[in-house]
DNA sequence: TCAAGCTTGATGCAACTGCATTGACATGCG
DNA sequence: CGCATGTCAATGCAGTTGCATCAAGCTTGA
């Protein structure tokens, strides 16, 4: 099931690495020439916004995310404090929680935007066409697809 | 000259971030499961093999790595603790050094190596052809070419 | 109904990262 | 030469992440 990558499939790998890499720092140096928040709570504030009136469980959000359970715990510590996000008993199940987003966090939200996609567009979009922007999408696509995400962060806890 | 990323590049640019946040973690995964060190080290220690018994110089692997100057001195304290590389002093540059690997560094690389081509193939190559995966890592090469990649964090430097 | 087991979310602690600064040397210019 | 400036690498400190564990509530099943 598991042979050796090709030659190709390795380089890919480290140019995935290379290239997520790159790009992230130059939209976090971005964000934060701006004066504004890092990039994941504008995830998380788009998440939740989506979400409306009714909030997001954490656990939703760490889906959706892919991120590990105590670090969305933090994360989400870290917004709330700044007010960008309540959380609200959840009436469902006593022991979750709901997300929810403030005016301030939209108005973050909406404001972090522009410097984002500038960014994104400088570190993507610049360089590829828009046929090569749509098949890197795709391919990318396929890795996540089966990608058992979760997998590596949720079987460490079933260990 | 940056205008708005279309949505396909804000796809492209979000599942990058999603792929290679997972593919990450699962290789970072099965390494701690093998009981190995986690993956920067490999790099680390593949570039410096290849430098031969000259060895490298910080500032080099910096680059080749994308890492931050103090990531990187504290990365190979690390390592260095570790017995897999030493630092030697550089003759042509008093203020410079030399990372050599040693023999623990070159034993533990080539055993980390089965157990992360394992995880790449599993990874990456076996969700695509081989056409895909070439199509894929051109794509990749395409962001990282001008993509600024030090830049985000040597400006920081210069400012 | 109640114990056993699962899920949700938080937290103490150690390790790691980011930022700012420093110390040591190199280089260039008057 | 002698000073200003630049480069290389380390480090103190605060913030973040990873790991292990925990408390609380849900769910199941005898």
Not at 105 to 110: D, E, Q, S
Request: include cysteine; proline fraction near 4%; aromatic fraction near 6%.
């Amino acid at each position: 099931m598991t042979e050796k990558p090709s030659q190709t499939v390795v380089r890919a790998w480290a140019r995935l690495m290379k290239a997520q890499r790159s790009a992230l720092a130059s939209i976090e140096h971005a964000l934060k020439a701006a004066g504004l928040p890092p990039l994941d709570w504008y995830d998380v504030l788009l998440e939740v916004e989506r979400a409306g009136d009714n909030g997001l469980r954490p656990f939703e959000l760490e889906r959706a995310m892919l991120l590990a359970q105590y670090n969305l715990s933090r994360l989400v510590d870290r917004i709330e404090r700044a007010g960008y996000v309540e959380r609200r008993v959840c009436e469902e199940d006593g022991r979750g929680q709901l997300i929810v987003i403030t005016a301030a966090g939209r108005a973050i939200r909406r404001k972090m935007w522009p410097v984002y996609a500038k960014a994104i567009e400088s570190a993507v979009g610049q360089h590829l066409t828009g046929k090569e922007a749509e098949a890197l999408d795709s391919l990318l696509g396929k890795l996540i697809e089966k990608n058992t995400p979760v997998d590596a962060l949720a079987t460490a806890r079933k260990l």
